[in-house]
């Protein structure tokens, strides 16, 4: 397979969304593969932490949590968002950097046609908590 075009979403997990709650953060194309191969976030809570899922086809995301949902599979460990860090939208932080850390060196996110890349937090959070996803359709 080669690369093919490059596509970006910016998805806000909105104030006040319940803990484990999932939201949908970069959707594929319905009949391409997807390597995502950059993952930006800023906002969300001191000692919040957020983690990343990988769900089917067609999945309702939208009020749904990890346990709610058949065939989710956790892409990340719960890393921390870190805005007492200084993570910021001036100063944002990349989940690659995370990826190299705790995914032995994959930098990267095969994504399945059709499938969708979410995120949750572990607690309600009282901040909007942005990613920006961005990856290449695979020909």
């Known amino acids: 397979m080669k690369l093919g075009t490059y596509s970006q979403s910016s998805t806000d ?5 319940g803990a484990y ?3 949908a953060i970069y959707r594929g194309p319905p009949d391409q ?4 191969t950059n993952i930006q976030y800023f906002g ?7 983690q990343l899922f990988v769900a089917p086809t067609n999945t309702v995301i939208s009020g749904q ?5 058949a ?7 719960l890393n921390n968002t870190g805005t007492a860090l200084g993570i910021t939208e001036n100063q944002p932080s990349i989940m690659s950097s995370v990826m190299d850390k705790f995914w032995s060196n994959q ?5 399945p046609a059709g ?13 909007a908590l942005n990613f920006r996803v961005g990856g290449f359709a695979l020909e």
């Open 107 to 111: 930098n990267s996110i095969y994504l």
């Open 21 to 23: 709650n999932l939201t």
């Open 33 to 36: 593969h997807t390597l995502i």
């Open 65 to 69: 949590t990890p346990t709610t949902i």
């Open 115 to 127: 499938y969708v890349l979410c995120a949750a937090c572990n607690a309600e959070n009282a901040a």
């Open 71 to 77: 065939g989710l599979i956790a892409v990340t460990w």
């Open 13 to 17: 997990i909105p104030a006040t969304t």
């Open 44 to 50: 969300g809570d001191d000692n919040e932490y957020v």
